[in-house]
Nanobody
Framework: QVQLVESGGGWVQAGGSLRLSCVAS????????MDWYRQAPGKPRELVAT???????NYSDSVKGRFTMSRDNAKNTVYLQMHSLKPDATAVYYC???????????WGQGTQVTVSS
């Protein structure tokens, strides 16, 4: 039974930084791609960043140069370091794990990020 738990969200002023964490339980990390999504109120879910099982990372154009995703497979944990935060980054941020072999995707419950102007 796969479980993902996000943490690290909170309130921050514009221009500030936050680091989100996601701990995945009962997986073999090297067999999963990991993703960060976000969903602002009234808007569709948006892919923010993704990390392949081999460590390649990709970012949406809106966050390139300001957000960095990393993973620690030994701890089954992924991170999203966010700098230069803008108010439009206010959203619930979700972690997902995608099993390479089956393409099954698992989701966490999300963590709220609020950026004030």
């Amino acid at each position: 039974q796969v479980q993902l738990v996000e943490s690290g969200g909170g309130w921050v002023q514009a221009g500030g930084s936050l680091r989100l964490s996601c701990v995945a339980s009962r997986i073999t990390s090297s067999s999963y791609a990991m993703d960060w999504y976000r969903q602002a109120p009234g808007k569709p879910r948006e892919l923010v960043a993704t990390s392949s099982n081999t460590g390649n990372t990709n970012y949406s154009d809106s966050v390139k140069g300001r957000f960095t995703m990393s993973r620690d497979n030994a701890k089954n944990t992924v991170y999203l370091q966010m700098h230069s935060l803008k108010p439009d980054a206010t959203a619930v941020y979700y972690c997902s794990a995608r099993r390479i072999l089956t393409s099954v995707q698992y989701w966490g419950q999300g963590t709220q990020v609020t950026v004030s102007s």
